[in-house]
T-cell receptor, first 109, second 113 residues
Framework: RKEVEQDPGPFNVPEGATVAFNCTYSNSASQSFFWYRQDCRKEPKLLMS???SGNEDGRFTAQLNRASQYISLLIRDSKLSDSATYLCVALIGGNKLTFGTGTQLKVEL | NAGVTQTPKFRVLKTGQSMTLLCAQD?????MYWYRQDPGMGLRLIHYSVGEGTTAKGEVPDGYNVSRLKKQNFLLGLESAAPSQTSVYFC????????????FGPGTRLLVL
């Protein structure tokens, strides 16, 4: 079983829609979590961290559910520019950064 | 600031050939990392460095060597390329160890025939 699992998608949504992705992790020792964004054929870039209390940055909200071992990313009012692959990342044991395979989002007119 | 740069951007090798990928960062970061990204798999750590003159193995180090002779540069070498090493290679750097904000280079696409 992969340590970090994501639905690969693609999620095709109309502009203005709200979309949510989940990511599950198997190692309960996972300490910190992040969402990275990766545009097609580009490098990953940090989107936001995921705190136990939740984290909101504009249209983006990240949440952590330790009991069920998943994190989520909610995007409100989707823009065409949000089209990308979203990588779920877990820091395990303080020294191992584990990347998910990513969820592809396509926002359409 | 250029951030993290990688050379070359794309390369085709024949099985058995060798090559070196160069990563450079101008942010004075202590920590640097080499990852590979393959379809259906997440980014996997090949080697990393916690400072000038130091290197360590990551998750998938076999077939690769690295050197960090200067703080700003991190080299990844393939001594004898194999088709299984066809991948996209990303270099990253961070101010602190596995800091959430890892800055990635644009990647090197390598095809081994």
């Amino acid at each position: 079983r992969k340590e970090v699992e994501q639905d690969p998608g693609p999620f095709n949504v109309p502009e203005g829609a709200t979309v949510a992705f989940n990511c599950t992790y198997s190692n309960s020792a996972s300490q910190s979590f992040f969402w990275y964004r990766q545009d097609c054929r580009k490098e990953p870039k940090l989107l936001m961290s995921v705190y136990s209390s939740g984290n909101e940055d504009g249209r983006f909200t990240a949440q952590l559910n330790r009991a069920s071992q998943y994190i989520s990313l909610l995007i409100r009012d989707s823009k065409l520019s949000d089209s990308a692959t979203y990588l779920c990342v877990a820091l395990i044991g303080g020294n191992k950064l584990t990347f998910g395979t990513g969820t592809q989002l396509k926002v359409e007119l | 600031n250029a951030g993290v740069t990688q050379t070359p951007k794309f390369r085709v090798l024949k099985t058995g050939q060798s090559m070196t990928l160069l990563c450079a960062q101008d942010m004075n970061h202590e920590y640097m990392y080499w990852y590979r990204q393959d379809p259906g798999m997440g980014l996997r750590l090949i080697h990393y460095s916690v400072g000038e003159g130091t290197t360590a193995k990551g998750e998938v180090p076999d077939g690769y060597n690295v050197s960090r002779l200067k703080k700003q540069n991190f080299l990844l070498g393939l001594e004898s390329a194999a088709p299984s090493q066809t991948s996209v290679y990303f270099c990253a750097s961070s101010f602190d160890w596995i800091q959430e904000t890892q800055y990635f280079g644009p990647g090197t696409r390598l095809l081994v025939l």
